[in-house]
């Protein structure tokens, strides 16, 4: 039957919707973007240098999971694959701005925090703690090997979660632990000859 022609046409009604397939798939995304986006700017500042480096990096690295997000889901550990797209990503910036990570300049704590930060990672060791300049904790920090790079600035310099770090970087929470204790043997060796300069201790 022919719908009158003084009947109004709803203007009001919903539009055509995407294939359902399509609208779980961004759902996804935009579920697991809301989840992690946060972590993923204020770990993109520690080494672009600026909020909106850090925002044009991660926009970036969204661009291309959601631009890819059946193959991304396809892999073992997404967190872990977003990851590392979000590194990738950073690099490119890097090289593309002709410059080093940036954590030196840009995770300018206070005192207070500092030394909790020294404490936390070198067991307590109470000379650390006094140290004047924390740049030199924070450049040991940018020189350490990527893996245990990344465990200490998500879990100290971040305050992330150990289960979340573990998360992020496809792996368990032994390993992060496991991490952990290399990057303090290795930051220990590079802060401590300079304590006992100080202190006079051999």
């Known amino acids: 039957m022919n719908t009158p022609d003084n009947v109004p046409v709803d203007v ?10 399509h609208r779980r798939m961004t759902l996804t995304f935009d579920a697991f973007h809301e989840y992690h986006h946060r972590m993923w700017l204020r770990y993109a500042r520690t080494q672009v240098g600026s909020r909106t480096g850090a925002e044009t990096v991660v926009e970036a690295a969204c661009a291309h999971l959601l631009g890819h997000w059946n193959h991304v889901l396809e892999q073992e550990s997404v967190p872990a694959y977003a990851w590392a797209v ?3 990503r950073i690099r490119e910036w890097l090289d593309r701005e002709g410059r ?6 840009t ?5 207070a925090r500092r030394g909790r930060l020294l404490e936390e990672l070198l067991d307590g060791a109470d000379g650390f703690a006094a140290l004047e300049n924390g740049l030199r904790l924070y450049t040991a ?7 245990q790079h990344d465990v200490v600035v998500l879990r100290y310099v ?6 979340d770090v573990a998360e992020y970087l496809g792996c ?18 590079r802060l401590g000859p300079r304590r006992n300069d100080r202190t006079g201790e051999r």
């Open 100 to 105: 080093a990570p940036a954590l030196a300049e």
């Open 12 to 21: 009001d009604a919903d539009p055509p919707q995407p294939p359902a397939p």
């Open 141 to 147: 920090i940018a020189e350490l090997p990527e893996r």
């Open 172 to 189: 368990g929470t032994v390993a992060v632990r496991a991490q952990v204790r290399h990057a303090k043997r290795k930051l220990a060796a």
């Open 158 to 163: 971040l305050g992330c979660p150990e289960e």
């Open 86 to 88: 979000l590194k990738e």
């Open 107 to 111: 995770a300018a704590f206070d005192a």
